[in-house]
């Protein structure tokens, strides 16, 4: 595995996000990973609880915009290249069998996303517990994932947060209402303003902060404390938990912000964003995105 590495102790799978250098952004083959690590130990009868951890300063700083942005902007020129000049040309609908560029596919898009989706989902619903333990930056698509788990330890220095909010995305898995509550989660998703851990924890949205320092013994813990539970016991009571959020409508919620997200990548604005990104770069557009006003995720004015 390029993403990840796994290791079994206790009962308890671990499995580390280890691209520390890239602050373990999301890419295809994370996902692929991460869903197949998942599966694995689910299906594992030596381990009863799963440990999602990352190496370096960061959990998870959302998306690789290297490639997402590349990807989209190949799209918009695709379109670009294809539309007619000068406004001279007549619309015509694509021929049977004819091959070129497509307008955007808004449930080829969602087929796309829903990939990630599902991947961050499995955390959910393995019928073993899974617990993520967070330090740093956790952001954007990164809560995607770790909201999805059924407890998160996290560092005092860890932040979390959803910028592409406020322009590029909306969160795909919907778990924010169901992690913090209705008003909370408008609060933060209206702003995109980043959560400190305490914050965080205050609110519900995780489960506990401890020292930086502690992070993984407090994690591991707790991991091994829940894996002296029998795995029937822990599979029915997970689930009868997990029942309170089905009911309340997880499912449409997830399926209204997959497409939602696709939507707001495709905007006049999220098409100006990503034709920035590629004029700049992606950190200077994030930077200028989040800077000002905003001020915050590490993109305050020096």
């Known amino acids: 595995m390029e993403s990840l590495r796994t290791e079994t102790e206790h009962g308890v799978r671990h499995i580390v996000l280890s691209r520390p250098e890239a602050y373990n952004t999301i890419t295809p083959t994370l996902r692929d990973e991460l869903a197949q690590a998942i599966d694995s130990a689910d299906a594992d009868r030596d381990v009863r609880v799963i440990l999602l951890r990352a190496e370096g300063p960061a959990f998870c700083a959302g998306y690789?915009?290297?490639?997402?942005?590349?990807?989209?902007?190949s799209e918009s020129a695709a379109k670009e290249n294809a539309?007619?000049?000068?406004?001279?040309a007549a619309w015509r609908p694509q021929a049977e069998g004819e091959r070129g560029p497509r307008a955007w596919d808004s449930v080829a898009d969602y087929r796309m996303?829903?990939?990630f989706v599902d991947t961050y989902m499995k955390l959910w619903y393995a019928k073993k517990p899974t617990i993520a333990a967070v330090q740093g930056w956790c952001i954007g698509g990164g809560t995607d994932m770790v909201l999805c788990a059924d407890l998160i330890v996290a560092g005092e220095g860890a932040r979390f947060g959803y910028p592409p909010s406020r322009v590029w995305g909306t969160p795909t898995t919907a778990m924010w209402v169901y992690r913090m509550g209705l008003e909370k989660a408008k609060r933060?998703?209206?702003?995109?303003d980043e959560i400190s851990a305490a914050t965080a924890a205050e609110m519900g949205m995780i489960?506990?902060?401890v020292p930086d320092d502690a992070l993984l013994e407090r994690a591991r813990a707790l991991a091994t404390r829940m894996a002296q539970v029998p795995t029937n016991q822990l599979v029915m009571l997970k689930l009868l938990c997990n029942q309170t959020a089905e009911n309340m409508g997880l499912a449409s919620s997830r399926l209204a912000g997959t497409l939602f997200d696709g939507i707001a990548r495709h905007t006049q604005e999220g098409l100006d964003f990503?034709?920035?990104a590629q004029e700049v770069g992606f950190r200077e557009a994030v930077r200028e995105r989040d800077g000002e006003p905003f001020e915050d995720y590490g993109s305050r004015k020096r």
């Open 188 to 192: 933060y998703l209206l702003t995109g």
């Open 64 to 73: 690789g915009l290297d490639w997402s942005t590349q990807a989209q902007s």
């Open 113 to 115: 996303m829903s990939g």
């Open 207 to 209: 489960c506990e902060v």
């Open 274 to 276: 990503v034709a920035r």
């Open 83 to 88: 539309a007619p000049r000068g406004g001279s």
